[in-house]
């Protein structure tokens, strides 16, 4: 049977950071969020899935990003870096404006098409992660389960892990930027959505 052809790394480029819906760039792009909770890995997997180590900052230090990172993909697609969840260090008053800037994007945001939900696949998806699903759910935004560091698993602890994903409704890709487990899947199943013009979106329930 004849192999397909491996895509490429992302050609990626950061465009700009934003603080509220009115900043985020207005295109005709297929917009993809990566949502997770603090240290989930976000900005490691971006760097892995555009093949550029520098492109999104990484830190051991959790709870960095504050905003809204966009970055254009090729000519037709373009990443959300989205702030992380929980971050137990963050004061009240910083958390509660993270928190309403995520809930404004995932339910204002008419460019919005896919968010692929990154969760530590040794623990499962949480009650805000499932929140969030639902969210963009109801919104008619595709939902991309995607289970973190799987490398850490034993091969006899995949069928576990695979099951406390159910609660999403979608089966999870396992990734590993360590090892590259998922990395090619996750790039094709980005690559494979489609725009959904603005119009069409901000007619939604």
């Known amino acids: 049977m004849q192999r397909s052809a491996k895509s490429a790394p992302f050609a990626t480029e950061f465009v700009k950071s934003a603080f509220a819906l009115a900043d985020c760039p207005q295109w005709k792009r297929a917009e993809v969020a990566l949502a997770g909770r603090s240290n989930v890995g976000k900005s490691s997997l971006l760097n892995a899935l555009a093949g550029a180590k520098g492109l999104a ?3 051991k230090t959790p709870g960095r990003t504050r905003c809204l990172n966009f970055f254009a993909v090729g000519e037709t697609h373009a990443i959300c870096d989205l702030p992380g969840f929980g971050y137990a260090k963050m004061s009240h008053t910083d958390a509660a404006k993270i928190a309403h800037m995520l809930v404004e994007y995932v339910q204002g945001r008419n460019n919005l098409d896919a968010v692929a939900i990154l969760v530590d696949c040794r623990r499962g998806p949480d ?3 499932l929140s969030l699903a639902r ?7 595709e939902v991309i389960a995607v289970a973190t560091k799987c490398d850490k698993l034993r091969q006899s602890e995949r069928a576990a892990a695979r099951k406390r994903f159910e609660s999403m409704g979608v089966a999870p890709i396992f990734c590993s930027v360590t090892s590259g487990e998922g990395i090619e899947e996750l790039r094709r199943r980005i690559l494979a959505v489609d725009s959904v013009e603005t119009s069409k979106r901000a007619a939604l329930p």
């Open 135 to 141: 969210m963009a759910t109801e919104r008619g935004i």
């Open 57 to 59: 900052r990484t830190s």
């Open 127 to 129: 009650e805000e992660m």
